[in-house]
């Protein structure tokens, strides 16, 4: 294992008003999509995505002040539904939603 990364986050706490600072094209796309029929199931997603990218972040030991562009990273699920970082394979992502808040687990093998 080369690295480990956990991030939460508080759903409430943020604002669709930045997915465009968080969201990838494809993300925000599927953002959009869930924010027409059920604004709460957007949010989750959102704060997600947010923790999900901050949670690689550490675990590859860079911040966001060091020139790395949330949007720059892509999430998708596989054929199985489980969560994936487009283009980093060696990366292990789980993700997970409840009572208002996000929270993601990066593994860099």
């Given at each position: 294992?080369?690295?480990?990364?956990?991030?939460?986050?508080?759903?409430?706490?943020?604002?669709?008003?930045?997915?465009?600072?968080?969201?990838?094209?494809?993300?925000?796309?599927?953002?959009?999509?869930?924010?027409?029929?059920?604004?709460?199931?957007?949010?989750?997603?959102?704060?997600?995505?947010?923790?999900?990218?901050?949670?690689?972040?550490?675990?590859?030991?860079?911040?966001?002040?060091?020139g790395v562009s949330l949007p720059?990273?892509?999430?998708?699920?596989?054929?199985?539904?489980?969560?994936?970082?487009?283009?980093?394979?060696?990366?292990?992502?789980?993700?997970?939603?409840?009572?208002?808040?996000?929270?993601?687990?990066?593994?860099?093998?």
């Amino acid at each position: 294992m080369k690295g480990i990364g956990i991030d939460i986050v508080n759903v409430s706490r943020i604002s669709d008003k930045v997915a465009n600072k968080i969201l990838s094209r494809k993300e925000m796309v599927e953002f959009n999509s869930y924010l027409k029929t059920d604004r709460e199931r957007a949010m989750e997603f959102l704060g997600g995505r947010l923790a999900s990218k901050e949670a690689y972040l550490k675990a590859i030991g860079v911040s966001t002040f060091e020139g790395v562009s949330l949007p720059d990273i892509s999430i998708y699920k596989d054929e199985n539904g489980v969560p994936k970082f487009k283009g980093i394979p060696n990366a292990l992502l789980t993700v997970s939603h409840d009572a208002g808040v996000a929270v993601a687990v990066v593994v860099i093998l």
